[in-house]
C-alpha cells in the first residue's frame, strides 16, 4: 500500500483487482467499508464516503458504515440541485474541488455501470491530486459500481439508501417489478426510465431487457389505485417476461399476459406497449395494447407515433394482437409514457415542448427532468402515476457509448482543480 497518492502508471490494474478482491471477501453490508478503508491507505485520503442515488433521481443518500446504519430511520436526504454532486451526475466527469491554501481538496466521481448511476464516490485529501492518482480514483469508482450491483442482492443497505420516504405496500410491490437498473447504455442505443408514484400508486411498470441481437422494451399501466393495480401489473409484467425468456416474440408475449389477466380472474386490465429493435439491422416491432401513443424526437421536432391499437390486457372480449413496424431511424429519440403525464391537474407541461428542450440531455437526465415538470404541476400530488421511458436510437453502425469508461477515465486525467 502507498499512503502518498503517487505510484507507477501500472497500478491502476492493481487497484481494481484489489478493491474487487476485498470488497468480494467481505460481508455484503461491510463490503463499502473495506473499499474506503483501502482508499484511505492507498490515497492517504483523509475521509472516503459512497452517496447512492434515491428512487426518484432527485437526491443523494450518504450511506454510513455497514454497523451504523440504523434501518428504522429515514435516509439522510442531500437534495441534487444546484450542487456539485448534481454536476458530477449530469456530466459523468469527476470535480476537483480546493477551497484554498492548506484546506483539504474533495475529489467527486461518478459512480456508473452502463449509464446508471448509481451514485458517487467522493474523497478528501490533504493535496491537489495529480493525473495518476486522478486516474486512481477513476478506476476505484468504476470498481465500486460492481461492488454495489454485486452485494445489493444479499443485504437491505442500499434499498435502505434509497428510501429517503417510508414506501407503501403498493409502491414495494411497483418498485420490485422495474429492472434493477433504471437506465442501459449499449453502442446502438441508450435506454432510461423514471416513474413518479401518485398518492395512491395506479400500477405503472417499465421494463427493458438486452439481448444478443435485439433490444426490448415494455411500459404497462395497471387499471385502479394501490395494492389492487399492483397485483394486476405483477400479472402482467411476470407474464410478460415468462413469455419474453421463453423466446416468444411479441404478439405471444401480449398473447399470455392477457391470457394471464383472464384466466386469474382479476377484475380490471392493463395498457402497455412492447417494442423490439433488432441491433445488427436496426429493424423494429412494436405491440399497442391500449396505451398512450409515443412522442419521437427528429431532428428538433417532435411528432406523434400513430400505431394501430389493440384491447388492452386482460379485457374479456375476442381479440387479438398486431406486430408493427416503427419508423426509428438513428438519431432519434422515442419517448413512451403512462397517461399519468397528461392528467388534469399536470395539464400545463407542454410534453413536445419539454422533450425539445431536453434534448441535449441523456435519456437518465431527460427522463428525470420529464418526471420532475409533472410533479412540480402536479404540486407534488399526482392523481395517476407518471411513468417516462427515453429511448436514444444511434443506429447499428454506433461503436462508442456515451458512458464508456475508458472515455471518463482520460476526462478524470484531464480534470483541473475548481476553486470556490
Known amino acids: 500500500m502507498r499512503a502518498s497518492g503517487r505510484g507507477t502508471a501500472g497500478d491502476a490494474g492493481t487497484t481494481l483487482a484489489e478493491l474487487l478482491r476485498a470488497a468480494e471477501n467481505a460481508p455484503p453490508v461491510e463490503s463499502l467499508d473495506v473499499v474506503a478503508r483501502i482508499l484511505k491507505e492507498r490515497l492517504g485520503a483523509v475521509a472516503v464516503s459512497f452517496l447512492i442515488t434515491d428512487f426518484t433521481g432527485s437526491s443523494v443518500v450518504r450511506l454510513g458504515t455497514a454497523g451504523s446504519v440504523e434501518t428504522g430511520e429515514r435516509a439522510r436526504r442531500i437534495p441534487l440541485p444546484g450542487t456539485v454532486y448534481d454536476d458530477v451526475i449530469r456530466s459523468q466527469r469527476p470535480t476537483v474541488e480546493a477551497a484554498g491554501r492548506g484546506e483539504l481538496v474533495r475529489v467527486v466521481a461518478p459512480v456508473t455501470n452502463r449509464?446508471?448511476?448509481?451514485?458517487?464516490?467522493?474523497?478528501?485529501?490533504?493535496?491537489?491530486?495529480?493525473a495518476e492518482v486522478l486516474q486512481e480514483v477513476g478506476e476505484a469508482a468504476h470498481a465500486l459500481a460492481y461492488v454495489v450491483i454485486a452485494n445489493?442482492?444479499?443485504?437491505?443497505?442500499?434499498?435502505?439508501?434509497?428510501?429517503?420516504?417510508?414506501?407503501?405496500?403498493?409502491?414495494?410491490?411497483?418498485?420490485?417489478?422495474?429492472?434493477?437498473?433504471?437506465?442501459?447504455?449499449?453502442?446502438?442505443?441508450?435506454?432510461?426510465?423514471?416513474?413518479?408514484?401518485?398518492?395512491?400508486?395506479?400500477?405503472?411498470?417499465?421494463?427493458?431487457?438486452?439481448?444478443?441481437?435485439?433490444?426490448?422494451?415494455?411500459?404497462?399501466?395497471?387499471?385502479?389505485?394501490?395494492?389492487?393495480?399492483?397485483?394486476?401489473?405483477?400479472?402482467?409484467?411476470?407474464?410478460?417476461?415468462?413469455?419474453?425468456?421463453?423466446?416468444?416474440d411479441l404478439v405471444e408475449q401480449a398473447r399470455q399476459a392477457d391470457e394471464a389477466l383472464r384466466q386469474h380472474d382479476q377484475p380490471g386490465y392493463v395498457t402497455g406497449q412492447l417494442l423490439r429493435i433488432n441491433l445488427r439491422d436496426g429493424g423494429t416491432e412494436f405491440v399497442n395494447a391500449g396505451h398512450p401513443w409515443p412522442l419521437r424526437l427528429r431532428e428538433g421536432q417532435v411528432e406523434q407515433v400513430v400505431p394501430e391499437v389493440d384491447m388492452p390486457f386482460g379485457v374479456h372480449l375476442p381479440h387479438d394482437y398486431r406486430a408493427q413496424k416503427l419508423d426509428v431511424r438513428p438519431g432519434d429519440r422515442l419517448v413512451l409514457f403512462s397517461d399519468g403525464m397528461l392528467e388534469r391537474n399536470v395539464k400545463t407541461v407542454d410534453l413536445p415542448d419539454m422533450i425539445v428542450r431536453t434534448c441535449g440531455l441523456h435519456p437518465r437526465e431527460a427522463a428525470r427532468a420529464l418526471i420532475s415538470a409533472v410533479a412540480e404541476a402536479g404540486e407534488g400530488h399526482l392523481e395517476d402515476d407518471a411513468t417516462v421511458v427515453c429511448l436514444d436510437w444511434h443506429g447499428t453502425d454506433s461503436s462508442q457509448r456515451d458512458a464508456d469508461t475508458g472515455a471518463n477515465l482520460t476526462d478524470a486525467s484531464a480534470a483541473s482543480p475548481r476553486h470556490h
Open 152 to 248: 445489493r442482492p444479499f443485504t437491505d443497505l442500499y434499498q435502505w439508501g434509497r428510501r429517503t420516504l417510508p414506501l407503501s405496500l403498493a409502491a414495494e410491490i411497483q418498485h420490485r417489478l422495474l429492472p434493477s437498473s433504471l437506465t442501459c447504455e449499449a453502442a446502438q442505443f441508450a435506454v432510461a426510465g423514471a416513474l413518479e408514484p401518485a398518492d395512491h400508486v395506479g400500477g405503472d411498470t417499465f421494463d427493458y431487457v438486452l439481448d444478443r441481437d435485439t433490444v426490448q422494451i415494455s411500459i404497462t399501466d395497471a387499471m385502479g389505485h394501490d395494492v389492487r393495480a399492483a397485483l394486476l401489473a405483477t400479472l402482467a409484467v411476470g407474464a410478460l417476461r415468462r413469455a419474453r425468456r421463453a423466446g416468444a
Open 115 to 130: 449509464g446508471d448511476a448509481i451514485g458517487l464516490l467522493e474523497l478528501s485529501l490533504s493535496s491537489a491530486p495529480d
